[in-house]
């Protein structure tokens, strides 16, 4: 049971590239989340979403795509990297109802 | 917009004291708080749990407990152990669960 998985654990990009950070689950799941933290800020939540087919925006939205065509994968694709998205990126899941999120290891991103 | 506020960023307690850890909440529709505890290069990890329709959780050494009127919570750590220095977030979350608000983060440190 490897929980959830995040790839790469590290990236570094330059202004205007693109690319995907990568979830998966094994736990099957409904709810899964990406969040990023930045020092001094917590977590703040990028996309989610309740199902395969189905994903909404969170806090900070913008410049990130998500898409969920099964239930145990949920890739977050930044469109064209900028400095600002420099940040450590987590991947969560959870069943549905209450209950509190598993989360990946993370992904550290820097963008030059 | 901080939703969510954890007001310390770090404390510091004796082995064996009781550690206090603090959040406030401005949203008076959050109705489920949770606590994460992280460990550096790891993802947070689940704790701890409480609902808006009680006032005090426990599990083990950890309790919350929640004072709606005055939109705080707190996590009791008693006895704290060296094994607890981590940094602990506060979350809070709608009755629908999907968009969960995180503190900054408060950090730990359990002295020997």
């Known amino acids: 049971n490897a929980g959830v998985t995040q790839t790469p654990k590290f990236q570094v990009l330059k202004t205007g590239q693109s690319m995907t950070l990568q979830c998966a689950q094994d736990?099957?799941?409904?709810?899964m989340s990406w969040y990023r933290q930045d020092p001094g800020m917590g977590l703040r939540l990028i996309h989610y979403s309740v199902g395969a087919g189905i994903t909404d925006q969170g806090e900070v939205p913008n410049g990130y795509n998500v898409s969920r065509s099964t239930t145990e994968d949920f890739p977050l694709r930044l469109l064209s990297a900028a400095p600002s998205q420099t940040s450590v990126y987590f991947c969560?899941?959870?069943?549905?109802?209450?209950?509190?999120?598993?989360f990946g290891s993370g992904t550290r991103l820097t963008v030059v | 917009d901080q939703q969510v506020k954890q007001n310390s960023p770090s404390l510091s307690v004796q082995e064996g004291r009781i550690s206090i850890l603090n959040c406030d909440y401005t949203?008076?529709?959050?109705?489920?708080f949770l606590w994460y505890k992280k460990y550096p290069a790891e993802g947070p990890t689940f704790l701890i749990s409480?609902?808006?329709?009680?006032d005090k959780n426990e599990d083990g050494r950890f309790t919350v407990f929640l004072n709606k009127s005055a939109k705080h919570l707190s996590l009791h750590i008693v006895p704290s152990q060296p094994g607890d220095s981590a940094v602990y977030f506060c979350a809070a979350t709608t009755y629908n669960n999907n968009d969960m608000r995180f503190g900054a983060g408060t950090r730990l440190t359990v002295k020997p």
């Open positions: 969560a899941s959870r069943f549905g109802g209450r209950g509190g999120y598993t």
């Open positions: 949203n008076s529709m959050f109705d489920y």
């Open positions: 409480i609902s808006s329709i009680k």
């Open positions: 736990m099957n799941h409904e709810y």
